[in-house]
């Protein structure tokens, strides 16, 4: 049995880009990401996120512009951790994307999205995001750097599948 942590990642959008933050520090350093990180106790997912965003690059969300459009799930080789990672897009939000002691964040047009400096699933579930599918993926690694398996599948209502996954 593993023991399921959870985590958020927060995209913010608009029609030509995505903003990325290349990660200064800790879990995923020197890689590109969306924002986020662990829920706290006593704290809702949704709240988790918002102050993520909020801490890694300054930027505001509301609830209501926050979608929920993924879920992740990574465990790793000879570990009893499951990340569950809840993944969130906006393309509303209030403030300028600034350099936080966490993330430098930047713009990128879809077409030129930095795959080989982000995490290595990221190509693989990406391009559902990218077509704004829903969608449910789960990784086993070895290491940080080789996928050993994983699946991924189109998701068609988000509340439906935590119902189901409970
Ligand atoms: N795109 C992508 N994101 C991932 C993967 N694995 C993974 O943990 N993430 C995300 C989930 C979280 O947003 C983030 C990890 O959270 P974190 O360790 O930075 O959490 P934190 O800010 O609370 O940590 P801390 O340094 O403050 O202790 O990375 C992955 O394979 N791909």
């Known amino acids: 049995m593993y023991l399921r942590k959870i985590y958020t990642l927060v995209f913010l959008r608009n029609e030509t880009q995505i903003l990325l933050g ?12 969306g924002f986020g990180g662990k829920v706290e ?15 890694e690059c300054c930027v505001d969300v509301n ?19 499951l990340m569950d990672v809840r993944v969130f897009s906006a393309s509303v939000y209030e403030g300028v994307p600034t350099e936080t ?3 430098a964040p930047k713009w ?13 699933d990221d190509r693989i579930w990406f391009p559902y995001l990218l077509k704004n599918k829903l969608f449910y993926g789960i990784f086993h690694y070895k290491g940080y750097d ?21």
Not at 22 to 33: D, E, P, S
Not at 109 to 120: A, L, R, V
Request: proline share 2%; aromatic share 14%; glycine share 4%.
């Open 101 to 103: 002691e966490e993330m």
């Open 108 to 120: 990128f047009k879809y077409e030129e999205i930095p795959f080989d400096d982000m995490w290595p």
């Open 22 to 33: 290349l990660k200064k520090r800790g879990f995923g350093l020197n890689k590109w990401n």
């Open 146 to 166: 080789t996928i050993l398996n994983y699946e991924v599948k189109e998701l068609k209502c988000m509340e439906t599948f935590y119902k189901n996954k409970k």
């Open 41 to 55: 106790h006593n704290e809702s997912i949704i709240d988790a996120a918002i102050r993520e965003l909020r801490e």
């Open 63 to 81: 609830k209501s512009d926050l979608k929920n459009i993924g879920h992740l799930e990574f465990t790793f080789e000879g570990e009893s951790i």
